[in-house]
């Protein structure tokens, strides 16, 4: 199982850009999905999740800017982002507890590989 990202670019301050995730293969159960971001020499932190019920969290930075959604059946996650920062660059690693095959105990975190989004004028 992978988590196929896509999305990211340049975009200039106060421009909008989307990123969206993909679980590769059809799985048990896909419980939270999230968006992280790691700046250069920063912490890995929270941007965005999504429970499978819709109920949703951000980091402060990005309230009221960065929308999270997520599309059940087709188990994908999507971050809209408007009014985009300077301080927004980073990589952006989508996240997601899945549940992999209806005999596996619990859920395994699973990461993508990384979107870059980089800011700038």
């Known amino acids: 199982v992978q988590l196929q990202a896509s999305g990211g670019g340049l975009v200039q301050p106060g421009g909008s850009l989307r990123l969206s995730c993909k679980v590769s293969?059809?799985?048990?159960?896909?419980?939270?999905m999230g968006w992280f971001r790691q700046a250069p020499g920063k912490q890995r932190e929270l941007v965005a999740s999504?429970?499978?019920?819709?109920?949703?969290e951000y980091g402060d930075s990005v309230k009221g800017r960065f929308t999270i959604s997520r599309d059940n059946p087709k188990s994908t996650v999507s971050l809209q982002m408007n009014n985009l920062k300077p301080e927004d660059t980073a990589v952006y690693y989508c996240?997601?507890?899945?549940?992999?095959?209806?005999?596996?105990?619990?859920?395994?975190?699973?990461w993508g590989q990384g979107t870059q989004v980089t800011v700038s004028s």
């Open positions: 996240n997601a507890a899945i549940r992999d095959t209806i005999v596996t105990r619990g859920f395994r975190d699973y």
């Open positions: 999504i429970t499978e019920g819709g109920s949703t």
């Open positions: 293969e059809i799985v048990f159960d896909v419980g939270t």
